[in-house]
């Protein structure tokens, strides 16, 4: 399984441009496939779904082959994957759907760990149902969020539980299976975000024990949209708000309005890149795309976490940086601060020579005040496929720079 790091990177437009981005949390650049693979939906004749005309059966395609695409990509079945224009449109969608099932004195739980969009829709459609909202907390010195603190917020009241599959601040991964198993043995709904985790581990929904998870494409090299898989079954049994002439079979029953088809045909293409990052492969016989994907995801580990310790490293030898990202399981996604510097500066500093690390709480405004960094947060850099070794150098050399009072450019 050879990760060929120059070949990968040479699929990227985007990168041709000089940049080192360590900004792929907040969103992926993009390779060249899923570019074409957009511009080819939006060039070929195209209309709304139907069987009649070269437009209409493009467009029924384009659905159906991003549905696979999905459910191998996440372990799910294809009659579950949803589409919308973001994970937070989706979750507002489901909150609100759910909490008409809800009556006071139910609880919903989320946790300081989150990014806000699995945080605020929960709230708000408590509020809107009269049920309680409880808070499970994480331990700010290790990052780590555990079963035990969503147990100490369970109750027989508990109607859904909403947690990270990893922490778009601090990478944390929680150990999802085993809070679904508190959450189900109290009777309670999983909802997982995996906008951030979907991006360095491949999903499994069944084995997460999630009755609901999202994921944003953009996040893993796609363009902008948002996912959400679940059990059809499941599906079947919510009634959300719709209008009256569109679909009530599932998962339509879920899309509002027309779906951005050449959107869906990039994410097929996106999904297809990830399982082709080590090539196609000699092994006898034809793997299926989940196998590949696995195959992928097993490379894709490994080189992140190798450069994630080769930053680390070389970043506690820099004095006066910070790291918070300090759990035991985590992706490669890492939060600092800068004694005696403002990591706004610093990222000015390291955008002015071409290293793209943001600074901010990135939406995540109670983790970021847990771990006592207020609404400021930190300098975040997240690793992604297309990262190497040039790239962590670069920003450990931007950095020391930065600390040492050099100026940005020469000259």
């Given amino acids: 399984m050879m990760y060929d790091i120059d070949a990968i990177r040479s699929r990227f437009p985007a990168l041709k441009a000089g940049g080192a981005h360590f900004d792929g949390p907040g969103g992926t650049q993009t390779p060249q496939q899923v570019i074409d693979a957009i511009g080819d939906a939006l060039a070929g004749p195209l209309s709304n779904r139907g069987p009649a005309t070269p437009g209409e059966r493009n467009a029924e395609r384009i659905v ?199 959107f869906l045909a990039g994410t097929r293409a996106a999904v297809d890149f990830l399982a082709e990052l080590t090539g196609p492969g000699t092994r006898s016989g034809t793997p299926t795309r989940r196998e590949r994907l696995v195959r992928s995801f097993t490379a894709l580990e490994k080189h992140e976490d190798a450069l994630r310790v080769r930053l680390e490293k070389a970043l506690a030898d820099l004095e006066g940086v910070t790291l918070y990202s300090r759990a035991a399981h985590r992706t490669p996604t890492l939060l600092l601060t800068l004694e005696g510097h403002d990591t706004a500066d610093a990222y000015r500093y390291l955008a002015a020579r071409g290293v793209v690390a943001p600074s901010g709480s990135f939406y995540a405004p109670e983790a970021s005040r847990r771990l006592g960094l207020g609404d400021a947060g930190g300098l975040r850099a997240g690793l992604a496929p297309y990262s190497d070794s040039r790239d962590v150098d670069r920003l450990v050399e931007g950095l020391r720079d930065f600390l040492r009072g050099k100026p940005a450019v020469s000259g």
């Fill in 64 to 262: 159906t082959g991003a549905r696979q695409a999905l459910a191998d990509l996440l372990g799910a079945d294809p009659a579950g994957i949803v589409f919308g224009r973001s994970a937070t449109q989706l979750t507002y969608d489901m909150s609100r759907t759910l909490a008409k099932t809800w009556a006071p004195g139910d609880e919903v739980v989320v946790t300081r760990l989150d990014h806000d969009s699995n945080v605020r829709p929960w709230v708000q459609a408590a509020a809107t149902a009269g049920a309680t909202v409880r808070v499970a907390d994480f331990d700010p010195a290790t990052g780590e969020l555990t079963p035990d603190h969503i147990r100490d917020v369970l109750s027989a009241r508990t109607r859904v539980v909403a947690v990270t599959a990893a922490s778009n601040l601090i990478g944390t991964r929680p150990d999802i299976p085993a809070i679904a198993r508190l959450a189900h043995a109290t009777g309670a709904l999983l909802y997982v975000d995996g906008v951030h985790s979907t991006a360095h581990a491949l999903a499994d929904v069944e084995a997460l024990g999630a009755d609901f998870y999202v994921c944003s494409p953009y996040k893993f090299l796609g363009p902008h949209l948002g996912v959400l898989a679940a059990r059809p079954a499941l599906l079947e049994g919510l009634r959300p708000d719709k209008l009256a002439p569109s679909a009530d079979t599932v998962p339509e029953r879920f899309e509002l309005g027309t779906l951005p088809y050449e």
